[in-house]
Every structure is written in C-alpha cells, then in structure tokens.
C-alpha cells in the first residue's frame, strides 16, 4: 500500500523540509546580522557579548534540535531550561519583539517554503512570548511587533 504524500510529510521533520544545516547557519548568521544593524535591536544586541561566535554555534545547535534534526544542543547543554538560562537579561514585550523582528526578516530571507516558513514563526512567537520575564515600562519605548501574517 502506498503512502499518502500527508503520511510522508509527517515523517519528514522541519529541519529537513527547509533544508538542514546550510539554512540554520544562514538563519542564525543573517539573524544576528539584524540584531547587528537593525536601530530596534540595539537593546537586544547590548544583551550580548561582542563575540557573537559561541553565541551563534549555540543558538545553530539548538535550532536543529528544535526543528527536529540532531540532538546537537542537549547532547552538549542538556535541557534547554531557555527561560531559567535568561533570567538574566530584562526581557520586556519591546526586547520580545525586536527578537522576532530580527528573526522574522531572518525567515523571510532564509527559508523559501512559505508554510514552514510561517509554521517556524508562529512556534517562535510562543517561545518569545513565554520568555519575557520583566514588566513592560509604562510608557517606555516599544520596538514594533513584527508584521508576519501569524500577527494579523
């Protein structure tokens, strides 16, 4: 009996429907290329060490993980435990945000096929709301939401 392609698309896992290792190293590279350069992540990027290098090879291994690739991350980290490993950085709706701003124009510019590209988004959205751990400033600056379809 054949499968049906839905039962084969099951089997495959998001890390390699959007095409494995060469697009979670572009996803990450680009990702902190934004933080970089983008005036909204200045707060975000001040979070992090000048030497983004260990910081990007941590974030590609939990990525592939994450995505359903190898156990890069835990085989090294163990758990992921991401909330308690940022309790030490103010994370406020404005810092959520420019993260995902910086990591939606990474998906747009990294993965090619639209509904992973939005499925990605979507459970990065969940996993950035869940990581604030500070109270939002009354009348503080906000970065803008990102603008993907996932908020319309």
Same mark, same amino acid.
């Given at each position: ?93 404005? !810092?959520?945000? #420019? ?15 639209? &509904?992973? *590209? +939005? ?5 990065? !959205?969940?996993? #950035? ?15 803008? &939401?990102? *603008? +993907?379809?996932?908020?319309?």
């Amino acid at each position: 009996m054949a499968e049906t392609e839905e039962q084969v698309a099951e089997q495959v896992s998001m890390f390699e429907r959007i095409g494995g290792f060469v697009v979670i190293d572009r996803l990450v590279e680009t990702f902190y290329e934004r933080m970089d350069t983008l005036p909204e992540a200045r707060t975000i990027r001040a979070m992090h060490a000048d030497d983004l290098g260990p910081t990007k090879d941590v974030l590609k291994r939990y990525f592939t993980e994450w995505l359903g690739g190898p156990k890069l991350y835990s085989a090294e980290r163990g758990h992921p435990r991401l909330r308690q490993r940022h309790m030490g950085f103010p994370i406020d709706t404005s !810092a959520r945000n #420019a993260w995902m701003l910086c990591m939606e124009g990474a998906l747009d510019q990294c993965i090619a096929d639209e &509904a992973a *590209r +939005h499925e990605i988004f979507v459970n990065m !959205a969940k996993l #950035a709301d869940w990581m604030r751990n500070t109270e939002d400033k009354p009348g503080g600056p906000q970065s803008p &939401a990102p *603008r +993907h379809p996932a908020h319309s």
